[in-house]
């Protein structure tokens, strides 16, 4: 949304602009007919960049600005249990749950499940490792995990 804004806000400027440029040229024509075509010009781009403005204005007022609320707090989770739930999906993946005790900066130390998918030869998680993980700023029990970050985590170590 923010996009259009700025997008909005320069093509504005540029109609404001253009319409004054017209507005000028128009006051150096000593023809009539160049003085009105230059007028007309100028009025339209005024009008229409003026318009253009109004809008990137509103559109800026009701787009929310994002509160630091809205971005998930970055963290790692020390693995204290796994346990294969016996679940594969396309026959290649397998769903792993573990126990992680959550490590994030501003929030309690806890502890709770996560669902992790490992391809079958792919390195797994064992108790005592870390996994990258993001908190929720609004409710620190809900914990996601990105799954390629957990890989290039564990084969860089």
Do not use: C, K
């Not at 540029?14 to 004054?20: K, N, S």
Request: charged share 20%; aromatic share 6%; proline share 4%.
């Amino acid at each position: 949304m923010r996009a259009t804004v700025y997008v909005l806000t320069a093509a504005g400027l540029a109609m404001v602009g253009y319409g004054v440029y017209s507005g000028l040229r128009a006051a150096a024509e000593s023809d009539a007919v160049d003085q009105m075509g230059h007028a007309t010009w100028a009025a339209a781009g005024l009008v229409f960049g003026t318009v253009l403005l109004v809008a990137a204005r509103r559109l800026w007022m009701a787009v929310p600005a994002r509160s630091q609320a809205d971005t998930p707090i970055a963290g790692f989770g020390r693995v204290t249990a796994v346990r294969d739930t016996g679940i594969t999906v396309n026959g290649t993946t397998r769903v792993l749950e573990a126990t992680v005790q959550v490590l994030a900066p501003g929030v309690d130390p806890f502890e709770t499940n996560v669902t992790l998918r490992f391809e079958r030869d792919e390195t797994m998680v064992e108790p005592g490792s870390s996994l990258p993980l993001t908190v929720n700023r609004a409710d620190h029990t809900a914990v996601s995990v990105d799954p390629e970050d957990v890989r290039r985590w564990l084969t860089r170590r």
